[in-house]
């Protein structure tokens, strides 16, 4: 469980990165805290005993652009194909707050997935998108990502991480198939 964000308290509350806390509340639920092994470019959390084997909850250091370098030696680590990925990033073509599922395509400009790709060498992950909306007039892409959204799109945005983390919860202990359907269909 992979969640694309940029590090430190200047962007934490960034619409950028809506994927480190969305997969910061589910490691929450399982009462897990993130931790940066020695060394490392990222931070995880680790949950041991999930249903189908460990879960991997992780948070690239290496800023969004470069968001897969830490990923092929952490995929190489636990012994996971790109088909047990599943990434949580912005969408910018989905409406503040909605969330969708799914599994493979393009990236659609998201340089963080642009970098997941190039490092894992597949587009066959699963994404899970939070909707943060189009900029502004007179506003560029850049500005909107990195900027702070407005008191209620705050709202529905910390709401979305929320679900988004009750969605990783569920993709874990359920049929992830399933979970996608039911969280597309409901238009969550």
Do not use: W
Request: glycine share 12%; charged share 25%; proline share 5%.
């Amino acid at each position: 469980m992979v969640g694309l964000g940029n590090p430190g308290v200047r962007y934490a509350s960034t619409r950028h990165n809506v994927g480190f806390r969305a997969v910061e509340e589910s490691a929450a639920q399982y009462d897990l805290q993130f931790r940066k092994p020695f060394l490392a470019r990222y931070e995880q959390a680790r949950l041991i005993t999930g249903p189908s084997g460990p879960v991997v909850f992780v948070k690239p250091l290496t800023y969004m652009n470069r968001s897969g370098l830490v990923l092929p030696r952490l995929m190489s680590r636990y012994h996971a194909g790109p088909e047990k990925l599943l990434v949580v990033c912005d969408n910018l073509d989905l409406e503040v707050g909605r969330i969708r599922l799914k599994r493979g395509g393009g990236t659609a400009g998201h340089n963080g997935l642009k970098s997941v790709v190039a490092e894992t060498e597949s587009t066959e992950f699963y994404r899970l998108y939070i909707g943060i909306g189009r900029p502004s007039q007179g506003v560029s892409v850049v500005e909107h990502v990195l900027g702070s959204p407005s008191e209620h799109e705050g709202q529905e945005l910390e709401t979305a991480c929320r679900r988004a983390g009750e969605i990783i919860r569920d993709a874990i202990e359920g049929d992830l198939g399933q979970v996608m359907n039911d969280c597309n269909r409901r238009g969550a």
